[in-house]
């Protein structure tokens, strides 16, 4: 079996240090011990202010800033985001589109017909019938 982890630890600064810490291990495999790495040249630790600092230059805010970053071809923003061919992933969109609404359409007239169907039908609490329907027999007196 095949995994990683990369772990970021927040760690409080000795005793007369205020300050919290990071510290970056990441590990390969299954097996073995998390390896420390340090961030930015330091041999120790990071201040946290000071690795937040230095990240925000590296983070990516835009999905135009991903697709840069991801070489994904980025043509415009509208239905087709990093998608190579604009026209097969907009028809996809449309075809979406219209298969949730065929299914909300379909979904409201099920339950308007359940609905119809519920009012026309007299429910009976229990199993009673009524007597008034059958032949009575002749009483003679």
């Not at 005793?15 to 970056?24: K, N, T, V």
Request: with cysteine; net charge neutral; hydrophobic share 40%.
């Amino acid at each position: 079996m095949y995994a990683s982890a990369l772990a970021f630890e927040l760690r409080r600064g000795p005793p007369p240090e205020d300050r919290d810490f990071i510290r970056i291990k990441f590990k390969n495999g299954t097996n073995g011990p998390f390896e420390t790495y340090h961030a930015f040249g330091h041999k120790y630790d990071i201040p946290a202010t000071e690795f937040i600092y230095r990240i925000e230059s590296y983070a990516i805010t835009s999905q135009k800033q991903w697709a840069a970053a991801c070489n994904s071809g980025l043509q415009d923003e509208w239905l087709h985001i990093g998608s190579q061919n604009a026209v097969s992933s907009t028809v996809f969109a449309i075809l979406a589109t219209v298969f949730l609404l065929g299914m909300f359409f379909l979904f409201k007239f099920v339950q308007s017909a359940r609905a119809k169907a519920q009012n026309t039908c007299i429910r009976l609490a229990d199993d009673e019938v009524s007597q008034s329907h059958l032949p009575q027999p002749d009483v003679l007196n």
